[in-house]
């Protein structure tokens, strides 16, 4: 088990990051405040509880651009759940990256992951994605160069307008009325999983050929 110290992050004095045997990762934060000072407000508390349970659903639970396991860390630009590798990404791309257990949040931030999430982000920033170039391509520069495309230059997006739902025809009676269920509730209650081949993406292994014009 290796572990690593950071200072000054998330208002405490020492941070220790360490993974467990399954793959999670575990914070502890040991603060240099007084007492009074480390009182911890009940409405911080209940929203970080609030993301908690954000993460929960299926597709938070993976890291939204490279599939990893356990992601503990957001992007409040997009409202999505990311590892803490591709957070160095997002940083350099001057990104809102903050930690679900180490920072406080606003009300207006958690109904940001709320009504976004990974699946959605990537209904959008993946829309036309053709697997070329792909982020398990290249080297250890790779996979910056892949959020920078993805979200900064938006090689694949493609915004996911809902289609208006149709009006059935009226009967003599006007009681029976049907509306049509949009595309958008048909897929969620299929629960298609957005991530098909991105689970087992490993981007430090392949190296590029031919740089993506």
């Not at 992050?9 to 007492?35: A, L, P, R, Y």
């Not at 990974?118 to 697997?131: G, H, I, Q, V």
């Not at 694949?156 to 009676?173: G, H």
């Amino acid at each position: 088990m290796s572990a690593t110290v950071r200072s000054n992050v998330g208002g405490f004095g020492k941070v220790i990051t360490w993974k467990n045997k399954d793959g999670s990762i575990d914070q502890i934060g040991f603060s240099m405040k007084s007492e009074n000072q480390r009182k911890v407000d009940p409405k911080h508390e209940i929203l970080r509880k609030e993301i908690k349970e954000i993460k929960k659903k299926k597709y938070n639970s993976k890291c939204a651009d490279c599939g990893a396991k356990y992601p503990h860390l957001v992007v409040i630009n997009f409202g999505i759940f990311i590892c803490t590798q591709c957070s160095s990404y997002h940083r350099q791309c001057q990104h809102r990256v903050k930690s679900i257990n180490l920072d406080h949040f606003t009300e207006t931030e958690v109904e940001t992951l709320r009504q976004n999430g990974n699946k959605k982000s990537n209904r959008k920033y993946m829309a036309t994605y053709d697997d070329y170039p792909s982020y398990q391509h290249g080297g250890k520069s790779y996979p910056q160069l892949f959020i920078k495309m993805k979200y900064v230059n938006k090689k694949w997006f493609k915004d996911q307008v809902p289609k208006k739902q149709k009006k059935s025809k009226k009967k003599d009676n006007d009681k029976d009325d049907k509306k049509e269920v949009n595309d958008d509730e048909k897929e969620e209650n299929n629960d298609v999983d957005i991530f098909n081949g991105f689970d087992n993406w490993d981007p430090f292994t392949v190296n590029v050929e031919d740089d993506d014009k």
